[in-house]
């Protein structure tokens, strides 16, 4: 049955929601709110990828590439393209709807889509349609970015047109003078920009290309250095470089959405005429027509008189104290404010036409793109009804309604009355609680480009593949990657891992406790998240850092990550982790370890707490502190990690800007070589690692190199499976967590090295942390050449036995069978190890290998996510207490449901039961 949306139902007031709305524009020119920003790269390109995201040798975790944010960046893209000139009608917003694997966008424009608009969508369809799942070649490229710089041609050239207003020949002089050699650099590149804006003004590309390469390398706070007393110059140079950079990445963003979002191939991109979703209902007989309201009614509904001092209290605006408000001036204003009907904002447009669809909002990805920040009334809508959008630049506008609309369910007639309700509380409650007024913001986005589009696609087949097949997860995995990135919320449980027993789920029957500050037995839990016993407000406010994780007392900040690190001993992974606290400026591994050990002394020895960490780093005097901590005590009890940072201070000064130390894949593994390349002798001596034959000698050569770094291979690469083919799978112990698993590596890693090059590693260690290496004398070692025929010849344990560390490897039971057979022989259960350890549930479609060996447990391409996130679950459950070669012969011999139950018990996902009962007949039929 269908429904209509109309105001005349129960709780909706038309007339008195347009009239305070319109009173809100009025006040504090309409900025009635704060600035929410989501835009995930609002801050500019602080952080990028490695050039080559997924080469083996930068080691990079599949579960960096966050398809979410790819499909957010798609969505704020096309719109921004979309709305190719200025003016609030060009406001364009996208969404995408996700139904059985076939995305379809949907666009929409605050002023309707002309019909240039329209052939640019037509075209784009058909471009990404063609050239996804194909190697993308120079000609799909150019066409696509002619497309895109057609579109935007309007925009580019009044930015062209901004710019060189700024860039005048004495301002760059002036930079090119300046004490600062970032400053200095920027200068350089400003001027060959306003060279290419000058003299081809015409070449368009070459202008955004020109500006995309400026805005990569500087972010808005080096552009406000340009004129140190007056910022602002420097901030509008630093905008119009990255609007003009749009086009630019927008091309790069379409191209990664179609190597690597799902469904692509079929993608369709449609548009919503917002005439079509108004309903022009016929007034009932008798049905009087309901008049808009005056200003006099605004203030009787808000209990104030109607005279001049009551107006300039409701109106009065901190921006513009020159401007006083009087009854009559509110009256006038208020008159010339232009009728709200059939102004339907482009994100409004959007949800309505999933109404009028019938579209279930289970289908939508829960995200709507958007050329600008939304307005307060649209961000708010889009919240209540689950969306949500690039932020909000918290200004009301008068021309914003919702019209009638028709042939809609009771659900979503349900959703938007709520939504509305909402709303008209929302501006209730705003003019009545006449706040101090907001500083006015800019409602336009600068920038604008996902860390995970900026860097240009690959041009490797099976890493495009390997991206497209691997990336594909839906939320349900989010309880596997929760180790490797943030959680979303504080309050997720699964994003942690904690020692299991620390904090559950309340358990109904309990009703008493320990405190965990006193150890008082109490019945009083924490009040803000029901999690653990606290006996008073005194003890929970002291509650210990894990349970900060899982409670929602404060916003999570970088030293929270970089403190739970510590105690647990491992390197950060967090990208913000290693930027807040100097970590992505160290040169070397082992600086960066010297440098986790001063922060391990901070938290652990000297008990400071991570929220006077993050004070201290936020007031810039992080590097001052630590000095003041490790100077309290002796200096003979200081360790060796403080005195190496007083020679390496340049790590965390935080009052001048110091670049990262950053090497590309490719740089590195040519260093690598380099390094590595004495240990070849004979006629390899003088070979290049190409010139290396045969291909195994080059493959062992370059294991044999990363090792030299003190460096183990990641469970999956590109062309290359050393982690596989060197016997790392058979190390895997009872502990199947992500840190279980590298810690396991980590000890075969340290064996190899061992054997390759004695105690090389440990006399660098010592070497960069600037102390005298006491260790025992290096043992014999293995050359390369001896090295290659035993691996190659599957006789690597003799070497071992050799060089004396065979009661080592006889530490992992099935190493020394595993390296000595033949690759084609080998069990089935080893890469189903390398699957679980690669920790991507989409991951055995990367390579046939893989998937042959997860086809023969039951785990193939047919398989949805939610039986496969199962399976995955189950096999990392029953690895952790069976031996691998008995669950090898139970799935062989088509008894492994009964296996399991024997080890797990009967309490067993049905999904999984199901699955191993389809399994088991299959090995039976074919015995």
Not at 71 to 84: P, W
Not at 443 to 458: D, F, K, L, Q
Not at 531 to 552: A, G, P, V
Request: one cysteine or more.
């Amino acid at each position: 049955m269908s429904h209509t949306f109309h105001w005349g139902l129960d709780g909706l007031d038309k007339p008195r929601f347009e009239a305070y709305t319109k009173i809100l524009s009025l006040r504090n020119g309409g900025q009635a709110g704060d600035v929410i920003t989501f835009d995930p790269c609002e801050a500019g390109l602080d952080v990028t990828e490695p050039a080559e995201d997924g080469d083996s040798i930068a080691g990079q975790p599949l579960t960096n590439f966050d398809n979410d944010k790819l499909k957010r960046a798609f969505l704020d893209r096309l719109s921004e393209i979309l709305s190719h000139t200025r003016g609030g009608y060009q406001v364009a917003a996208a969404l995408m709807i996700e139904n059985l694997g076939v995305p379809e966008v949907t666009v929409a424009k605050n002023s309707g889509l002309k019909q240039t608009d329209k052939d640019f969508i037509t075209a784009l369809e058909k471009v990404l349609g063609r050239i996804v799942g194909c190697l993308i070649s120079l000609q799909d490229t150019n066409e696509l970015r002619e497309l895109i710089l057609t579109q935007y041609t309007p925009r580019v050239k009044g930015y062209i047109s901004d710019l060189q207003k700024y860039l005048n020949q004495g301002r760059i002089q002036l930079m090119k003078q300046s004490g600062s050699d970032t400053i200095r650099a920027l200068a350089v590149q400003i001027e060959a920009l306003s060279l290419v804006l000058n003299q081809v003004p015409h070449d368009l590309n070459k202008i955004v290309l020109e500006a995309y390469h400026i805005r990569t390398l500087h972010n808005m706070s080096i552009f406000e250095q340009i004129q140190p007393e007056k910022p602002s110059v420097g901030r509008q140079i630093g905008d119009l470089v990255y609007l003009l950079s749009r086009p630019h990445v927008a091309l790069l963003t379409f191209v990664r959405a179609i190597e690597r979002i799902e469904g692509f191939d079929k993608l369709r991109v449609r548009w919503v005429e917002f005439t079509s979703l108004i309903k022009k209902a016929p007034l009932a007989k008798g049905q009087p027509m309901i008049p808009p309201w005056t200003v006099g009614q605004v203030f009787k509904s808000l209990g104030l008189k109607f005279n001049d001092v009551e107006t300039r209290a409701l109106m009065h605006s901190g921006a513009d104290k020159s401007s006083t408000w009087n009854r009559d001036k509110l009256v006038n204003r208020f008159g010339k404010l232009k009728a709200t009907e059939n102004n339907i904002h482009a994100e409004v447009q959007l949800v309505l036409d999933l109404s009028k669809r019938g579209v279930q909002l289970d289908h939508a990805f829960k995200y709507v793109g958007c050329s600008k920040r939304s307005c307060l009334l649209c961000y708010s809508f889009l919240s209540t009804t689950g969306f949500a959008c690039r932020g909000c630049h918290g200004k009301v506008y008068e021309l914003w309604t919702i019209p009638e609309l028709d042939g809609i369910s009771e659900g979503s007639l349900r959703l938007l009355s709520e939504a509305v309700k909402k709303l008209q509380s929302q501006v209730t409650k705003s003019l009545r609680h006449n706040t101090k007024p907001r500083p006015h913001v800019k409602e336009s986005t600068v920038g604008g480009s996902s860390i995970a589009t900026v860097v240009p696609h690959t041009e490797d087949q099976h890493l495009a593949t390997l991206i497209r097949n691997h990336l594909q997860t839906d939320r349900e995995h989010s309880i596997l990657r929760a180790p490797i990135i943030r959680p979303i919320s504080p309050q997720s449980e699964d994003t942690l891992s904690e020692t299991p027993s620390r904090s559950r789920l309340p358990v109904e029957h309990e009703t008493e406790g320990e405190c965990k500050t006193c150890d008082n037995i109490t019945s009083r839990r924490c009040t803000l998240c029901g999690r653990d016993w606290y006996c008073s407000e005194h003890c929970q406010k002291q509650m210990r850092l894990y349970h900060i994780f899982y409670c929602n007392l404060r916003p999570l900040t970088t030293a929270d990550y970089l403190c739970r690190d510590c105690f647990e001993d491992r390197m950060p992974d967090d990208p913000e982790v290693l930027d807040d606290f100097g970590f992505n400026r160290c040169k070397t591994r082992d600086e960066q370890s010297h440098l986790l050990g001063v922060y391990i002394g901070l938290f652990k020895y000297f008990d400071v707490p991570s929220e006077t960490v993050d004070g201290w780093r936020r007031n810039g005097i992080l590097l001052d502190q630590i000095a003041q901590a490790f100077n309290k005590i002796p200096e003979e009890s200081r360790g060796k990690y403080f005195p190496w940072l007083l020679r390496n201070t340049h790590l965390l000064s935080q009052d001048k800007t110091v670049e990262p130390s950053q090497e590309s894949p490719k740089s590195y593994l040519a260093r690598v070589f380099e390094e590595a390349r004495p240990y070849l002798k004979g006629q390899d001596s003088g070979k290049t690692m190409e010139q290396l034959e045969p291909l195994d000698k080059r493959r062992c050569f370059t294991f044999f190199a990363l090792t030299l770094q003190n460096s183990s291979p990641p469970p999956i690469e590109l062309a290359v499976d050393q982690w596989y083919d060197f016997g790392f799978a058979t190390c895997i112990g009872r502990d199947l967590t992500p840190e279980g698993i590298q810690h396991s590596e980590g000890w075969l890693g340290g064996l190899y090295s061992t054997l390759l090059f004695g105690r090389k590693a440990r006399r660098a260690y010592c070497k960069s942390l600037g102390i005298p290496y006491d260790g025992p004398p290096d043992p014999p070692i293995c050359p390369f050449d001896e090295f290659y025929r035993a691996w190659s010849s599957y006789t690597l344990p003799s070497v071992f036995d050799k060089y004396g560390y065979g009661d080592r490897i006889d530490e992992w039971p099935f190493f020394r069978k595993f390296i000595s057979t033949k690759p084609e022989k080998r069990a089935h259960v080893w890469r189903l190890l390398q699957y679980i350890a690669i920790g991507e549930l989409n991951a055995i479609d990367s390579t046939p290998k893989l998937m042959n060996a997860a086809k023969f447990y039951g785990i193939s391409s047919h398989v949805d996510t939610r039986e496969r996130l199962a399976l995955y679950e189950f096999y990392r459950q029953l690895l952790g207490v069976v031996d691998p070669l008995s669950l090898e012969e139970a799935c062989e011999q088509g008894t492994l449901l009964r296996f399991a139950l024997e080890h797990l018990g009967t309490d067993m996902d049905t999904r999984v039961k199901s699955s191993l009962v389809r399994l088991d007949l299959s090995k039976r039929t074919r015995r």
